[in-house]
């Protein structure tokens, strides 16, 4: 089992729709957790961290459930701009190296 | 500020020649790593340094070398380019210390294409 995985996707949404990605981790010790969005052809850049608790911005909910060890992305009436690969980042504790998932591509149509 | 910056943006080798993807960043972050991505195949790390003065090998770190050469700079170096090593490679920081990892602030990238 990989030690982040996530759904390749495309997910393919009209704009004003709402739409949820998930990201399962294989580590129990895992303690940070990210999504970071990727536009074509850029770098990766933060979205948002993920606390145990759940977090909201703005439009963008994420979510961890330690118990069955994955952490989620809700994104609330989606944009064309909102169109982007969503990396899901995992860092276990004690280690310097987070360890990335390869991506849910999220394409919003007019 | 900058943030991180990587030279050069574009670069065509041919089979066997070297060369040194440079990477700097403004943030005095502590860690800085060096990470390749294929399409598919997500990012994968090569090489990282947790602190000044220290690296260490990533996933993929055959046919690299770096050198972390002062806090805010940290280089990457193909002795012998070969065509798997075409990529796009990316240049990250930050502030992680006591063992923990934290946001990570990506670079531009470096567009690489081995013949």
């Known amino acids: 089992r990989k030690e982040v995985e996530q759904d390749p996707g495309p997910f393919n949404v009209p704009e004003g729709a709402t739409v949820a990605f998930n990201c399962t981790y294989s580590n129990s010790a895992s303690q940070s957790f990210f999504w970071y969005r990727q536009d074509c052809r850029k770098e990766p850049k933060l979205l948002m961290s993920v606390y145990s608790s759940g977090n909201e911005d703005g439009r963008f909910t994420a979510q961890l459930n330690r118990a069955s060890q994955y952490i989620s992305l809700l994104i609330r009436d989606s944009k064309l701009s909102d169109s982007a690969t969503y990396l899901c980042v995992v860092n276990k504790g004690g280690s310097y190296i987070p360890t990335f998932g390869r991506g849910t591509s999220l394409i919003v149509h007019p | 500020n900058a943030g991180v910056t990587q030279t050069p943006k574009f670069q065509v080798l041919k089979t066997g020649q070297s060369m040194t993807l440079q990477c700097a960043q403004d943030m005095n972050h502590n860690s800085m790593y060096w990470y390749r991505q294929d399409p598919g195949m997500g990012l994968r790390l090569i090489y990282y340094?947790?602190?000044?003065?220290?690296?260490d090998k990533g996933e993929v770190p055959n046919g690299y070398n770096v050198s972390r050469l002062n806090k805010r700079e940290f280089s990457l170096r193909l002795e012998s380019a070969a065509p798997s090593q075409t990529s796009v490679y990316f240049c990250?920081?930050?502030?992680?210390?006591?063992?923990?990892?934290?946001?990570?602030?990506f670079g531009p990238g470096t567009r690489l294409l081995v013949l």
């Open positions: 990250a920081s930050s502030e992680a210390g006591g063992g923990r990892s934290k946001t990570q602030y």
């Open positions: 340094s947790a602190s000044e003065g220290t690296t």
